[in-house]
Nanobody
Framework: VQLQASGGGLVQAGGSLRLSCAVS????????MGWFRQAPGKEREFVAG????????DYRDSVKGRFTISTDSAKTTVHLQMNSLKPEDTAVYYC????????????????????WGQGTLVTVSS
């Protein structure tokens, strides 16, 4: 599985961006897909995840109600719609894949992910 993230950019606070993660050499039908972010000087943190079926989603508390993770029907692209962006959302965003586990403690831990995209920078100005 190879992942390619895109869609980052500069946006004013309150604005929106849509990140995409394209999967090549397969689909993510057996993988939990996650979005993580890493701000300067901080650890990489879980942002959102979606189950292999695409039915179940999960978010960190600070983005609930603002961010939405979704997939296309072919399970080759994962999106992260980010609305009402705040300066504290500024970070490099990464998509990642891990063979399916429904344990929250497992899929929210970046160390468990075997496949990573290259990252896309999101900058939110105040």
């Amino acid at each position: 599985v190879q992942l390619q993230a895109s869609g980052g950019g500069l946006v004013q606070a309150g604005g929106s961006l849509r990140l995409s993660c394209a999967v090549s050499r397969g689909t993510f039908s057996t993988y939990v897909m996650g979005w993580f972010r890493q701000a300067p000087g901080k650890e990489r943190e879980f942002v959102a995840g979606i189950s292999p079926s695409g039915v179940s989603t999960d978010y960190r508390d600070s983005v609930k109600g603002r961010f939405t993770i979704s997939t296309d029907s072919a399970k080759t692209t994962v999106h992260l719609q980010m609305n009402s962006l705040k300066p504290e959302d500024t970070a490099v965003y990464y998509c990642a894949a891990v063979l399916g586990s429904i344990s929250r403690s497992y899929y929210t831990d970046a160390n468990n992910y075997a496949y990573w995209g290259q990252g896309t920078l999101v900058t939110v100005s105040s």
